[in-house]
């Protein structure tokens, strides 16, 4: 066991200051030693400290590296199945070692099976050697172990533990995977509230480096589980209403959509370019007859945007649709589209959102139904009154998209809005102009606490305006050839969005750095692990 | 309306000759320059060809460019809505022209949607002007129509399209999006059977070359509906079991699986790679305390191999887990996913699998409850018996894979079967040795067909001997340390697989080529569309 791993928790459950975690340091450089030098002098294989003495002898040690050597006809149980309903049972669980202390003849650890903890006790005794209770204490925090214990309802709740009201007696433990003794970082640190007096916590860049090790708290644990739901509900949703999931390429052969920003990929003797989304692809679909579309993966940005809401490789969740008369009908499959995910996640994520909230609070997410539309000039009109100067059909700036987000919220009570009818001059090429006022477009973004999650329009469908429309941008109509020709024959009125993945579970939670939600986010800056 | 879409089909729905096709083609190329001409010479926007004498004006012509001018509520009919039930009823449907044929005061045209086609009939007479007749006649195949028309019951059942007990007596017509009258490939050209007579087929880089419009045959249209479904009954299964979906990324900082057959990316100011697998990365996520994860994304190969069953780029469907004693814990789930994935595609594509069997006609896919697992040992031996002269740890060749394939079919009775224990010099270094006798391993593949679409492991989860290994197959080790390093703090044994998802599809419908299982496929030499 890791000094370290062992003494930062406290017998109360209460971790213990800076100046202690010194001595502390201290203390695991010489348990890393002593194991170090333990490791060098034992076989490998089955390992066990056998002594004349030894009582306990056959039931603690190292068990040889797992390689299918035989298929056990045993059960683990697992940590939440401990209940005081099966209290009285000898079990086994296979757990990581989260914490352990010792004190004299007995010793108490825990037990952690991702965000579920229990604690299991052991005293010298007539089965329980010296050697096994130093054995124990010997184990590093976050090895992997098979226990075996008996279930015994505690008298008082286990408050460090999720497991509250039941403990483990312990019988046998046997180390499945040993973890080195010094931790770059250690879970508990990684787990902390920020500004909690002077205990220690990581730094975002320290959690990167160590990412294995971070992602294993409650919190990153919950954050990924949450994230997976947010793509089951987008596919759930669009598939329920008639959609097709489709995968565009990635890699292509013209930097399709402008040109800047993009990727350049040695393709054999010639050079390719990494996809910035799968617009042109999805509306080319949509030009193939699929009527309505989603697609979810990898979009690449070669931005050097070093900020908490940028990554240079995202998950793009999006969707494209033929609609019949108006864009607005796209509009609100989206509005509605969203507020499914919203409650989805309220329903079956509650627990991960609570426990997110415990080291990064945040204010609940709220929502209408159905979703807030405002028009962008009314959007603007709103800052102009904030006293934000700037013009009807200028651009949103970061901190006004913020700000507006601040009064939406204020006025409507509402986390998530739609603003529609954007300038035309602000939108990509092919974006269509309003009917009534070529200033304006088609086109909309959606928002979740002031910061944008989505942003699509109606589509040009007409080859020819959208040639000009290409040109009148300075795009290579050459490079784009294949997707224009795709509306020559026959294409529908159609509209669409695309989402960042990663902001939407970032902002669902109110977390403040998107690379808590990427599991191993790329910027100009990362590309490892 | 286009000569070549007008008279491929004759009027018993039946095709005609490559002679008379190429009278055609001349009609096809008049027709053409007399459509520029009428094109040229209209307006844009709401054009009708208003004469005096006209009954029929205001039920005719193009609609203006839809961007959004009115949201109408019209309700528009879906084509396999289109029912005797509702007979006499006068409704509104779009779709695209599919054919059209006309002889004198009359016309029969095809709508078509997606797979489902209804024939609509016009007669000169005093609602119908012979303007009208003509403009009918005029549009292209391929073009976006609104069609308003009473549904009538037929005598006879209209064998060429899908809705074969009603049709549509026209009251209106409009066309929504026009397609250039000259197609650069035939619908029915691309959906006909080969080897049937002198008819016209479309060879394999013609449809690609102009992929749009192959996509829109009822054979590609449910080619990727079953794909499609084929995603989510992976997802759904191991949801169900409690796996994570996780995201991992494509740009990675070194070529991590041996360095050869790699995308080379330019990284701002350095050098990347495109991900060949999210192998180590879903390794990291179970050290990483996820337990169960999959993911499903682009995964990249540099391969210079233009063969009828590799792209450059492709969808991979990966899993991986950490399993109790046994790989064989995970080898099991993965063979009951998979028969969990044909059960449900012969429950909920059985009219899509037989609309593709129509045009590329295969046997029934057939498998067994539970899979079949083969000793690589076996499987070698059956070869032996069966002429093939190789060594017992010699990797299989594709000729003797497929030989496997049918001797297994022959014996089993079943087109999927799991190969296990491969030799281990032919594996990954990260492949687990079996623990008798590492000259096998703890790994196997899957075959569909006698073609392989899944290969998979136990992962060694030691760091020093993963260190070993990687140092033996001339892997630098400095490349990998990020993922060594996940190793290090407790690991447990786990193993999974990646499935070639354009691979499943192909092999499922039996197809000739991944190319018809890929939206917008990658290979050496197309990049495009």
Redesign the interface.
């Known amino acids: 066991m890791s000094a370290q791993g062992d003494q930062v928790i406290g017998p109360d459950g209460k971790p213990i200051s800076k100046k202690a975690l010194k001595k502390q340091q201290k203390d695991a450089e010489k348990a890393a030693k002593k194991a170090e030098y333990k490791k060098q002098n034992t076989q490998e294989g089955a390992e066990q400290e056998v002594q004349t003495e030894d009582q306990s002898a056959g039931r603690y040690g190292n068990l040889p ?8 006809d ?1 059960r ?1 149980y697992k940590v939440n199945e401990l209940q005081p309903s099966i209290s009285g049972q000898k079990i086994w669980v ?1 757990g ?1 070692l989260h914490t352990c202390r010792s004190k004299g003849k007995q010793c108490f650890f825990v037990i952690r099976q ?1 965000k579920w903890t229990v604690q299991v006790f052991a005293m010298q005794n007539e089965n329980i050697s010296k050697q096994m209770i130093k054995f124990v204490s010997s184990v ?1 925090a ?3 172990i098979d226990v075996e214990g008996t279930v015994q309802k505690t008298d008082q709740k286990i408050q460090s533990c999720t497991q509250q009201d039941v403990e483990l007696s312990l019988s046998q433990i046997w180390v ?5 003794p010094r ?1 770059p970082l250690l879970i508990e640190d990684a787990s902390r509230p920020e500004g909690e007096g002077e205990l220690a916590t990581v730094n975002q860049d320290t959690r990167l480096d160590n ?3 971070d ?2 708290t409650t919190t ?2 919950s954050i ?2 949450l994230e ?1 739901g947010v ?2 509900l987008f ?1 759930d949703y669009l ?1 329920e209403k008639g959609f ?10 013209a930097a399709s959509e402008g040109g800047a920003n993009v ?6 003797k ?1 050079k ?1 370019y ?1 996809a910035q989304s799968p617009q042109l ?1 999805k509306q ?2 949509i ?5 309505k579309v989603f697609t ?3 979009v ?1 940005r ?1 931005e ?1 945007s070093n900020t908490h809401r940028h990554l ?2 995202f ?1 793009g969740l999006d969707l494209e649709m033929a609609f ?6 796209v509009l609100e499959v989206i509005g509605e589209m969203f507020v499914n995910i919203f409650k989805g996640l309220q329903q079956n994520y509650a627990e991960e959102i609570s426990l997110v909230g415990k080291q990064f609070p945040a204010e609940p997410f709220k929502f209408l139904e159905p979703s807030l539309v405002l028009n962008y000039k009314d959007g603007v009109e709103m800052l102009k009154k904030a006293g934000v100067e700037m013009e009807d059909d200028e651009d949103l700036s970061t901190p006004n998209e913020k700000l507006l987000g601040r009064l939406v919220k204020a006025k409507y009570d509402t986390d998530f809005f739609i603003l529609d009818k954007f300038p035309l001059a602000v939108r990509p090429f092919y974006t ?4 009534h006022d070529n200033k304006w477009s ?1 086109s909309y973004d959606m928002f979740m606490r002031g910061e944008e999650i989505l942003s699509g329009a ?1 589509r040009i ?2 080859p020819e ?1 959208l040639t000009k429309r290409a040109k009148e941008h300075g795009v290579d109509i050459e490079h784009i050839k ?2 224009i ?2 509306f ?6 159609h509209a669409g969005g695309g989402i960042g ?1 990663e902001r939407v579970t970032m902002l669902y939670l109110g977390l403040d750095n998107i690379r808590k939600t ?5 910027d ?1 800056k990362r ?3």
Chains 1, 2 share one sequence.
């Open positions: 590296l797992n390689q299918s050597q035989e298929r056990l045993r683990l296979r990581r991702q590093s976050e090895s992997i499945v995977s040993a973890s080195e931790l990412r294995i090790l992602l294993r990153s644990q990924f589980r997976a793509c089951r596919r598939t097709v999931e489709i995968h565009t390429p990635k890699i292509i052969s990727f350049e990929v040695t393709y054999f010639t390719a990494m692809y080319m679909a030009c193939a007859e699929f009527d979810v993966g990898a690449f070669a050097d240079t490789e998950v019949n008369y108006h864009y607005h009908e269509m102009p309003d009917p088609n109606q469908h007409d305006f294949g997707y020709d795709s020559r024959y026959g294409a529908p009125p993945l990427s599991l191993f986010p790329r100009p590309l490892t692990p």
